[in-house]
């Protein structure tokens, strides 16, 4: 089943049975949501057989003795913040290869021993950009400990360090965030 909501240019007329329309256009939606025109013209961008749909993204939580790798985010979507290594989930991948691809396009490092710890839910609809991820979290070691992380991609991240986990820089970005308000800790067996 479908459902839909109307959007009118004053924001929001919520309905079950009403189609969005966007620059002319109707847009599914499985869910009423409360934002505004604007919002959901950003929102759609992620659309899928016209359904705007969530997307994946696999984090690492690369560990070497006590510390973690962290970078400071230049981008759109958490400005600033300190985030693991991280990236979307492509098509066909699995989510091992994917933490694999994304560390070492971001960081040139070779990582070994993945392992899937938890997934977090994100939705952010009130954001200037609204979006909606689903975050799987892995934990990984070094597959040489001597090598040190180069900053492949200057333009999306300041660099990146090792952190201790019990002394993390703030502030977090949201997946790591979230993890840690659950009482995550990647470095329990
Ligand atoms: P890419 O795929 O560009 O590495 O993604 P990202 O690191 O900018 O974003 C993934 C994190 C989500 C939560 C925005
Ligand atoms: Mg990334």
């Not at 959007?7 to 505004?36: K, M, N, W």
């Not at 954001?127 to 070691?141: G, M, Q, S």
């Not at 333009?155 to 002394?167: A, K, Q, T």
């Amino acid at each position: 089943m479908k459902f839909w909501t109307k959007f009118s240019s004053s924001g929001l007329t919520d309905s079950l049975s009403s189609p969005l329309y966007i620059e002319g256009e109707a847009v599914r939606l499985r869910h009423p949501v409360q934002t505004d025109t604007k919002s959901m013209v950003e929102q759609t961008q992620n659309m899928q057989n016209g359904i705007a749909a969530p997307r994946v993204v696999v984090v690492v939580c690369l560990l070497k003795g006590k510390k973690v790798l962290l970078g400071r985010r230049r981008s759109s979507i958490g400005d600033s913040k300190f985030s693991l290594p991280s990236g979307h989930l492509e098509f066909g991948e699995s989510f091992e290869e994917c933490a694999a691809r994304e560390l070492k396009e971001e960081t040139d490092l070779d990582i070994k021993n993945i392992e899937l710890l938890t997934v977090t839910n994100h939705v952010f609809l009130e954001e200037t950009k609204p979006c909606h991820y689903v975050a799987i979290v892995t934990r990984a070691v070094l597959a040489d400990e001597d090598q040190e992380p180069r900053n492949m991609e200057p333009n999306m991240c300041d660099g990146w360090d090792w952190y201790e986990w019990d002394n993390l820089p703030k502030p977090l970005f949201w997946p790591l965030e979230k993890a840690v308000q659950t009482g995550f800790n990647p470095f329990r067996p």
